[in-house]
């Protein structure tokens, strides 16, 4: 796209501006940007469909981990750092969860390797 542009000294003369090759056209650019959003929307779904979209590998905080296998989250830290906690997620704030089934079977795998001692 080629855009004039006069300035404001009369004695120069016009200049042109193109975009980048690289860049999409600005047209393309607006529209693109936009969600199409279904006529039926997300407000139509029922709790039984918003239950199982919820149901299949929840994230759980730092503190539901704590709560449900009970240590002190200085000894969940230590165990990170040792390379021996469920496997977690750090999310771009910075905030730590674990998927419940990484919970779950980091909790399975403490089990087998009691009974295999």
């Known amino acids: 796209m080629t855009i004039l542009h006069s300035h ?3 004695h120069e003369r016009a ?3 193109r975009d980048p090759p690289h860049a999409p056209a600005r047209t393309q650019q607006r529209t693109r940007g936009r969600r199409q959003h279904a006529p039926s929307g997300r407000h139509n779904r029922t709790a039984s469909a918003i239950e199982q979209s919820a149901a299949p590998d929840p994230l759980l905080t ?3 981990v704590l709560g449900e296998i009970k240590v ?7 165990w990170r750092s040792l390379g021996c906690a469920p496997e977690c997620i750090k999310l771009p704030n910075g905030q730590i969860r674990v998927r419940r089934c990484a919970l ?3 909790l399975a795998a403490l089990i087998e390797m009691t009974e295999a001692s």
């Open 8 to 10: 404001a000294n009369p």
């Open 15 to 17: 200049t042109a501006h």
């Open 62 to 64: 730092i503190a539901e």
């Open 72 to 78: 002190a989250r200085s000894t969940f830290d230590t």
């Open 104 to 106: 779950e079977s980091w």
